[in-house]
């Protein structure tokens, strides 16, 4: 039996690409390592989002052909949206690569892991924005990497939006949405193997069904969805902000199993810069926007994310997306400096901000956040949450972690739990009442009752 190690890199949308790749080399009798320096195939799913995220990809890359080289490794596989990018480039500059595969090409994983295929002489499948058509189904073999307790469903693929900054379209392709009876059976089969969190992800969860005709299908597929025994939590995230329909928010706020959570990017609130990103609005239009969210939804957590740098923000655009966060008190924020990407069309603009004013407006508006982050957490201070216990915590050995409803795994803070009731052998995956008994700016303290 061959042992295969994976490398995953990116978002959780990668991580489902690798899961699927995993399910069907397991499923052709390879072994699955944590471990790739133990493996004879290595295989490297990467990210070319940003800069950073390249950097990352090309590392992995090295360190995989390096393993190659020292003889522990025969075969290194480079996966993902990185090859989407730079396939040519790759191809050419990586010659100890005897295979790459890009994001709709999850069918041929086996091709290319198999030491006997030239996989450099196989006839290339052209990608493009309009031809990729890649999506898992409910029956794809899947070798999850995740606790037993959470599982990402991706229930879209690809994306129509037209964000100057973003790469995504040209990388994953066209927005296309999976059937809706095809992620109903895959949680089923989730809730049997023990899965308690459904976490749905796409580029743009808030379309999802759009283009099959459906109105208002993620609304239903919540609603469907709280109805699989076995789960316990759902959770929707990347929701673009026009998408936020008061159907969607009534079946959050209807859905008892939908957790009260909300991860909506909105990338910056000044009407300028909102315009240079080709996604409009204004600060006015959004403030309105999280008004009606939080009525609809009460005790709603928000999550968003902001950019700072974009070409042509000036000091006053920035101004007013501290204002922004100022008035609207989110939750949850993370915030990013612009990477400026070629082939998309900020790369083109004019009025480029350095690296090193983003990186200070960065600093300044997450400054601000803690701020509102520490405020927010304080008043939970005495009051009782429902709790996914995790288990020991990945601070100290000496305490343990768990999450509420409005914390998203490795996105946001965690409950740090240091009492619980004698004899008491809290189990990964159960659920817990947690007293708040401390708060910090991302971490909240708590006790088991």
């Known amino acids: 039996m061959k042992k295969v190690g994976f490398v995953s890199l990116g978002c959780p949308k990668n991580l489902v690409d690798s899961e699927v790749m995993m399910g069907q080399l397991k499923n052709a009798g390879y072994e699955i390592t944590n471990d790739a320096a133990e493996a004879e195939t290595v295989v490297v799913n990467t990210c070319g989002f940003i800069e950073s995220a390249k950097r990352e990809s090309i590392d992995a890359i090295l360190e995989a052909t390096a393993l190659k080289a020292d003889g522990a490794a025969k075969r290194v596989v480079v996966a993902g949206c990185l090859v989407e990018r730079y396939r040519d480039d790759l191809m050419k500059e990586l010659p100890e690569v005897d295979a790459f595969i890009g994001t709709n090409e999850l069918g041929r994983i086996l091709e290319a892991a198999d030491e006997r295929v030239d996989f450099r002489k196989l006839p290339l499948l052209e990608i493009g924005h309009k031809t990729a058509t890649y999506l898992y189904d409910y029956d794809t073999p899947r070798y999850r990497a995740t606790d037993s307790y959470t599982a990402f469903v991706k229930i879209a693929e690809g994306c129509d939006r037209p964000c100057a900054f973003c790469s995504i379209p040209e990388m994953r392709g066209s927005f296309r949405s ?7 059976k895959e949680a089923a089969d989730l809730a049997k193997q023990g899965v308690k969190e459904l976490v749905l992800i796409a580029q743009d969860s808030s379309r999802f069904g759009e ?6 299908a993620l609304a239903k597929l919540i609603r469907a969805l709280g109805e699989v025994d076995g789960i316990e939590w759902i959770r929707v995230m990347y929701a673009y902000p026009t998408h936020i329909s008061d159907e969607f928010l009534a079946a959050l706020a209807e859905t008892p199993k939908a957790v009260k959570y909300l991860d909506m990017p909105l990338q910056h609130a000044s009407r300028k810069v909102l315009k240079l990103m080709k996604r409009g609005g204004t600060r006015e239009s ?3 926007l999280i008004r009606r969210v939080r009525e609809r939804v ?15 923000e000036t000091e006053e655009d920035f101004a007013e997306l501290m204002t922004f966060v100022k008035n609207c008190e989110f939750d949850n924020v993370g915030v990013f400096t612009y990477s400026d990407e070629e082939g998309t069309p900020a790369f083109e603009l004019g009025d480029k901000v350095d690296a090193r ?15 509102i982050s520490k405020r927010k957490n304080r008043q939970k201070i005495g009051k009782v949450y429902k709790v996914l216990f995790e288990g020991y915590s990945q601070e100290s050995d000496l305490l ?3 999450r509420t409803e409005g914390q998203a795994q490795e996105i946001d803070g965690y409950i ?10 809290p189990r990964p995956g159960e659920f817990y009442d947690v007293r708040i008994t401390e708060a910090f700016d991302y971490d909240l303290i708590g006790e088991i009752i």
């Open 416 to 425: 740090l739990i240091n009492d619980m009731p004698d004899g008491l052998d």
């Open 211 to 216: 283009d099959l005709g459906e109105v208002d």
């Open 178 to 184: 999976r059937r809706f009876g095809s992620i109903i």
């Open 286 to 288: 959004l403030e309105k």
């Open 357 to 371: 004013t983003a990186k200070r407006r960065r600093t300044a508006l997450m400054k601000e956040q803690a701020k």
């Open 400 to 402: 343990f972690q768990g």
């Open 298 to 312: 009460p005790g709603i957590t928000i999550r968003t994310t902001f950019i700072t740098g974009f070409p042509g």
